[in-house]
Every structure is written in C-alpha cells, then in structure tokens.
Nanobody, 115 residues
Framework: QVQLVESGGGLVQPGGSLRLSCSTS????????VGWYRQTPGKQRELVAI???????KYGDSVKGRFAISTDNAKNTAYLQMNSLKPDDTGVYYC?????????WGQGTQVTVSS
C-alpha cells in the first residue's frame, strides 16, 4: 500500500512563498504520474500541477509562472514551490500519484494566504 505524506503548509502573507513536500516510502515518482490538486473554499477541486509519467510538466492557468513542481527520486519526494502567493491560493493541497488503475492520495496540507 502506497502512502503519501504532505508537509510544508501554513500561514503566509500575500506575495510570500511556501514549499510543499510529498513523501512516500517507495520509488514510485520515477514511473508514476505525480501531481498536486487543491480544494479551495466554495470551489471544485482544482489541478495545480502535474508531472505526467512520460515527462514534462503542466500547470493550472491560475498558477502558471508562480508555482513549480519537481521530484527528487533519490528521496522519494515531490515538491511544489509556490511563489507570489495570493489570497485565492488559500486551500487544502493534496498530493497524488497514479499509474493505470492505481491512484494514491495524501491527507492534504492547509495553505492560508492572508495578511
């Protein structure tokens, strides 16, 4: 059973930065599709960033140019670097990994952008 554990959320002022981490015990990030979704108040769950299993990166329109997704396969960890944060970025951020019919989710980490 694959477990994903997110960390790094918290309270940050508008314009600030945070880096979220998603750790797992197995070496899945090298072969799985890996990404981040977020659930913001009053909105549907939104794709933030993804690394497809065939490479490259894709971002949601609202975070392009501000967020960056990466993985460190040696550490079995995925990251989401978030810069120039806005109040609209407030929400619970979930890490996921998927391959074929298998899909795994973390428990979520709260990000609050407020002055």
């Amino acid at each position: 059973q694959v477990q994903l554990v997110e960390s790094g959320g918290g309270l940050v002022q508008p314009g600030g930065s945070l880096r979220l981490s998603c750790s797992t015990s197995g070496s899945i990030f090298a072969v799985y599709t890996v990404g981040w979704y977020r659930q913001t108040p009053g909105k549907q769950r939104e794709l933030v960033a993804i690394i497809p299993d065939n490479g490259g990166t894709k971002y949601g329109d609202s975070v392009k140019g501000r967020f960056a997704i990466s993985t460190d396969n040696a550490k079995n960890t995925a990251y989401l670097q978030m810069n120039s944060l806005k109040p609209d970025d407030t929400g619970v951020y979930y890490c996921f990994a998927a391959s074929g019919t298998y899909e795994y989710w973390g428990q979520g980490t709260q990000v609050t952008v407020s002055s």
